[in-house]
């Protein structure tokens, strides 16, 4: 007769697809934990940050695509998103993780620019 | 792919999740898999600035677990002021949800019949099947022994009509 009294909106697998929250809320519990300092986290705070990140993933995709090259041809692409967040602001926290494909493009570029300033033959 | 600086940038959403929304949210769009990869990367990061920034407001204040205020004031003060209405909504619907199941379990324990009531009632079922199993099975028992019987008697009866009527000498004796 035990119900478990810390049952989230989640777990309703059976009724229908109309869920309150989709990325599993365990998983966003151990990633927050892992952030340095960080103790303990309310069950509804929670809640908050799995459905906030749910809306990022959202908005991250709809911006990166509605600014993106591929809007004619139906397709995104690394580096529609990596562009999003270099030209949006609230997104500029995601470049730390972008430098390594960004930081090569930058180099043909520059690698360019040198050839060009040298007037080498290749 | 972004490098991994020790165990904490290992746990990520699963990429299973993250195609689901994607696909939810950019219907018939193709998507590279570098950019997927990156999705859920920055999910993690999403995640960590704001635990971060949480964190850092509930130190301030006096309390030692991170309340959903303190991340309300964390998505409004990083930029995601947007995103905030959505969230409250969905909590309230998260604890709709759980009241309903805490509901529906006291209903059911309110039948009118106590726990204790209903655990002596099975207890009672359980032992008046074991019962009637025995008395079957001793039935049964019963009744394999009487034909087991029968059987001897009728086959005793038999040998004993053939050493009478029959010619043949018959010297065996059955013990049975």
Same mark, same amino acid.
């Given at each position: 007769m035990k119900m478990s009294?810390?049952?989230?909106?989640?777990?309703?697998?059976?009724?229908?697809?109309?869920? #309150?929250?989709?990325?599993p809320i365990s998983r966003v519990r151990l990633i927050m934990k892992s952030s #340095?300092?960080?103790?303990s986290i309310n069950q509804d705070a929670l809640f908050l940050t799995t459905k906030a990140t749910e809306l990022f993933v959202q908005h991250l995709a709809l911006s990166s695509f509605n600014n993106g090259s591929g809007k004619e041809t139906n397709s995104l692409s690394y580096s529609d998103l990596a562009n999003t967040a270099q030209e949006t602001e609230t997104f500029h926290f995601l470049t730390d993780i972008l430098p390594k494909k960004i930081l090569a493009q930058d180099y043909l570029n520059s690698l360019e620019q040198m050839q060009e300033e040298e007037g080498a033959d290749y | 792919m972004a490098s991994s600086s020790?165990?904490?940038?290992?746990?990520?959403?699963?990429r299973a999740a993250i195609n689901k929304m994607i696909k939810e949210t950019l219907p018939n769009v193709r998507v590279a898999n570098d950019a997927r990869e990156l999705v859920v990367n920055c999910c993690t990061e999403f995640i960590h600035l704001i635990s971060s920034e949480a964190n850092e407001i509930c130190n301030k204040s006096d309390k030692k677990t991170i309340s959903p205020e303190h991340v309300i004031n964390a998505l409004e003060s990083l930029g995601f002021a947007s995103y905030i209405t959505e969230v409250k909504d969905v909590l309230q619907e998260c604890k709709t949800v759980a009241l309903k199941r805490r509901k529906a379990s006291s209903r059911l324990e309110n039948l009118g019949i106590p726990e204790e009531e209903l655990l002596r009632q099975q207890q009672e079922l359980f032992a008046k099947a074991r019962q009637q199993q025995a008395e079957l099975a001793q039935q049964e028992w019963l009744q394999m022994q009487q034909a087991a019987q029968q059987a001897q008697m009728a086959a005793a009866s038999a040998t004993a009509a053939q050493q009478a009527g029959s010619s043949q000498d018959e010297d065996e004796e059955d013990d049975i």
């Open positions: 009294q810390n049952s989230s909106g989640k777990d309703d697998q059976a009724s229908g697809s109309k869920k #309150p929250i989709s990325l #340095p300092d960080v103790s | 020790g165990n904490d940038d290992d746990l990520t959403i699963p």
